[in-house]
């Protein structure tokens, strides 16, 4: 009976899943081609990617957007998925250092990135 | 003719005189059509009747025969000795409970968790049997049926890697009978239930292995259920945000 006095209280979740699911769906589409190409093809001499083109892509709005979104959201994946990792791993300790530290990446990379192409 | 015999090895827990569980091994006769059950039958009607297990119906609905069958989380009546020539059988109690006596887990953690979720039709405009019955289309009864067909055997809970870490979870069977109330048109207690959606203990504890789905006997698939409620909660958090939560 005492069981059903039981306080739940909500967690931040919501927001994190969210980013995170945007990842995954971007790190599933675009993170293995841009992999592939910016990794392997334009360093191997395979592709020939030259800077004006890649900085006119960076000048426009539609650009600027696709770039943050492939930057930005495939990190909030990766630092959600490190952050539960490590609990699956049974690192427990300071939980909440590490929530900050890994969101705190992921929000620092996402600021980073778009201040960079505003400026471009 | 001779018969042919398959050994079974069983874990032994007799708490007034084993310091810790052990394996013990049985010769059985084998046959094709054999399950575990039929084998640890065999086992305490000729070879040490101190053996304890549960079972009830011997066809996959009452729930009470779950074991690890070789490490895997499976229903002693469902599981066929047919299938273990090759690799050998060995039965132990579920992962993940504590063990009460051999094959006997104590799952009462797991039943306090099917009653914390108010499994049963709330109502808040009262109705009387004149009233007639809650009538429901196909659509309507397709949002929860799938998941109305759990048998309560916790099959899903040795299987889940997170309940296996943090009890406080409220685990995959529990989560998904919470959302098949919720998901039921004749049921108007969403609001009582949310908070434990919410909750790291409720969808949020989860992380989308999925094992629980696979090990299923029954085919709920308590994964999608919870994923389901990720969704529900995600809208309920904006929600929230938008609008001034409803004095409960
Ligand atoms: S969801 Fe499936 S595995 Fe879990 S308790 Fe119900 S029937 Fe068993
Ligand atoms: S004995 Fe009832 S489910 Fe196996």
Redesign the interface.
Known sequence: MS??S?Q????D???F??LFGAGGVVAAFATPALILITGLLVPLGVLQLDYASVNAFASNWFGKLILIAVIAFPMWHACHRIY?AM??L?VDVARGFFKVFWYGMAFVVTIAAGAYLIAI | MSQAMMRVTVQRYRPEQDDAPFMQEFEVPYADDMSVIDALHYIKDNLDGTLSYRWSCRMAICGSCGYMVNGVPKLGCKTFLRDYLNTGLTVESLANFPIERDLVSDIGDFV?KL??VKPYIIRQDAVSVQDGEHLQTPAQLTRYRQYSLCINCGLCYAAC?QYG?NNEFMGPAALTLLHRYNQDSRDQGRDERI??V?????V?GC?FVGYCSEVCPKGVDPAAAIQQG?VE??KD??M?KLRPRRSS
Do not use: C, M
């Open positions: 069981k059903h039981k739940y209280q909500r967690a979740e919501p927001i899943w969210g539960h609990h699956d049974k | 306090e009653e914390e890697p870490l908070d434990i919410n909750a790291e203990e409720g949020w992380t990720k909660s995600s958090f904006v929230s």
